[in-house]
Nanobody, 121 residues
């Protein structure tokens, strides 16, 4: 099985920045796609961004130009640089990794605890 541990969340004012990190470990030596989701109170998880093992990326329209995803394939880690944060970005952020052979996220590992991001003045 694969375990996912997120870190780097915190509280910032609008316009601030945070850098989230995620490490995947367990019964894997390499992974395919990795990505970030977020879940606000009363809402389901939504895909924020993902990156393939080859470096292809996509982003939700709401975060384009503000967030940047990157990864280290050898270390099975993925990071999310979050700039120009807005109050609507407040959520618990989760990472995930594809545990099958898909290029993009499809067969998810179990969810970790996530990391809380709060944006308020």
């Amino acid at each position: 099985q694969v375990q996912l541990v997120e870190s780097g969340g915190g509280s910032v004012q609008p316009g601030g920045s945070l850098r989230l990190s995620c490490v995947a470990s367990g019964s894997i030596f390499s992974i395919n796609a990795m990505g970030w989701y977020r879940q606000a109170p009363g809402k389901q998880r939504e895909l924020v961004t993902q990156i393939t093992s080859g470096g292809s990326t996509n982003y939700a329209e709401s975060v384009k130009g503000r967030f940047t995803i990157s990864r280290d394939n050898a270390k099975n880690t993925v990071t999310l640089q979050m700039n120009s944060l807005k109050p609507e970005d407040k959520a618990v952020y989760y990472c995930n990794a594809d545990v099958g052979g898909s290029t993009w996220l499809k067969s998810f590992a179990s969810w970790g605890q996530g990391t809380q991001v709060t944006v308020s003045s």
